[in-house]
């Protein structure tokens, strides 16, 4: 559909007053695309990296993101979850490597149980775990898109080495209310 036909359809319906308001509210919407850094892939105004071929530990991987001027990824809804999901398993499929884990920013190692975006100490509005996760099995206190459960999220031991994914946000161009 064209954006004058859903502008159109906008006013028949009685959303807007007249179509030139609609184009002036789709004027504001910003437009990040094409602003990544090479080798990032881009959804909703940030940034992600996929650290796919490199190892870390949770805390070596958070500070590789910090040297991209990145953090590790904070999935913040269901659809940038399902864009981070979407990617990774398009990634082993493709090339028929053995699938790998990705660490994210998620943790309860201040609280045990209570789990947060490292960032900002917020607590996890959204969650993608997998059936039986977390378990915290023998003290798990860092969250991987686990390749074992098809990307869905697992808790596990920060200690580990595993891939990771960073991101970082394109605000400065939109606005903070504006990040994926
Ligand atoms: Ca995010
Ligand atoms: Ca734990
Ligand atoms: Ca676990």
Known sequence: MKALDICNTLMIF????????????????PNCEGLCPDG???????????????????TEAEH??????ATLVIIETNAENLFVIDFAR???KTDRR???SFW????????????TWYTDDSPLNFTGW???EPDNKVDQDCVLLGGPYNYLWDDDHCSLTA??????????????????
């Not at 609609?22 to 504001?28: G, K, L, M, V």
């Not at 994210?104 to 789990?115: F, M, P, Q, S, Y």
């Open 14 to 29: 009685g959303l807007i007053s007249t179509v030139a308001s609609c184009f002036e509210t789709r004027a504001q919407e």
């Open 40 to 58: 990032w892939v881009y959804f909703r105004c940030s940034c992600y990296l996929f650290m796919d071929i490199m190892k870390a530990s949770w």
């Open 64 to 69: 590789h993101c910090e040297t991209h001027k």
């Open 90 to 92: 398009r990634l082993y």
């Open 98 to 100: 053995p699938t790998n």
């Open 104 to 115: 994210i920013g998620a943790t309860d190692t201040v609280t045990e149980g209570l789990w």
């Open 130 to 132: 997998a059936p039986t």
């Open 163 to 180: 891939s990771f994914i960073c991101e970082k946000g394109l605000s400065y161009l939109s606005g903070p209310d504006l990040i994926g």
